[in-house]
């Protein structure tokens, strides 16, 4: 991008773009070698522009980690306000699976392919795994036992693994994200003839 054409964008388009192109960045050279100054090439802004919304790269990851962890948080509130029924754990795993986005699942290849990084934001990196387990014991029933459990919470993470399966294959986003539906859908019908 040339940075004497600025692009005129709001400070939450530039958090988000930023987020974007992070993680692309992270993914095609690696986290150790992409810089933020190189983040901010991307986008067009100056490092002092970038800096303004994330001091630094781990910044950039938490503030990711943070968001999934607070869809998940909004995805309990709306289950809870859903009326009982036999299907609202299908449509509480689904709505999860299909709010999947590229850039989700950069995300998610990102938390692969770095573990030592990850390791080293462990507290936030809870924060989504505490949204899904809350989740998970919502939907399976407060009489659920540890099989129910275990099935419920391999449905939310179909999409984990759909990803990580596709490693070294040529999918494409949409076939990873269906291929993970097509997986949720059917460890929840595991689970309602159980």
């Not at 692309?24 to 992409?34: D, P, Q, R, S, V």
């Not at 948080?73 to 036999?86: D, G, I, V």
């Not at 986005?101 to 934001?121: E, H, W, Y």
Request: proline residues 2%; charged residues 25%; glycine residues 6%.
């Amino acid at each position: 991008m040339n940075m004497s054409e600025p692009v005129k964008r709001t400070g939450s388009e530039t958090k988000a773009e930023a987020q974007s192109v992070a993680l692309e960045l992270f993914i095609t050279k690696g986290y150790e070698a992409t810089s933020l100054r190189e983040i901010a090439e991307h986008l067009g802004i100056s490092k002092a522009a970038l800096y303004y919304h994330f001091k630094s790269k781990e910044d950039i990851v938490k503030s990711i980690v943070s968001a999934r962890g607070n869809e998940a948080t909004e995805l309990l509130a709306w289950a809870r306000s859903q009326e009982p029924s036999p299907d609202l754990m299908e449509r509480t795993v689904l709505r999860w699976v299909d709010s999947t986005s590229i850039d989700k699942l950069r995300g998610i290849r990102f938390m692969v392919a770095n573990p030592a990084t990850m390791r080293n934001m462990w507290e936030d990196s809870r924060e989504i795994a505490n949204g899904l387990e809350a989740l998970a014991t919502f939907v399976a029933g407060d009489k659920a036992d540890g099989k129910r459990l275990l099935l419920v919470r391999m449905a939310f993470m179909s999409i984990n693994s759909a990803v990580m399966a596709a490693g070294g294959m040529q999918r494409t986003d949409d076939e990873i994200v269906a291929a993970a539906r097509e997986m949720a859908i059917a460890l929840i019908r595991i689970v309602c003839e159980s």
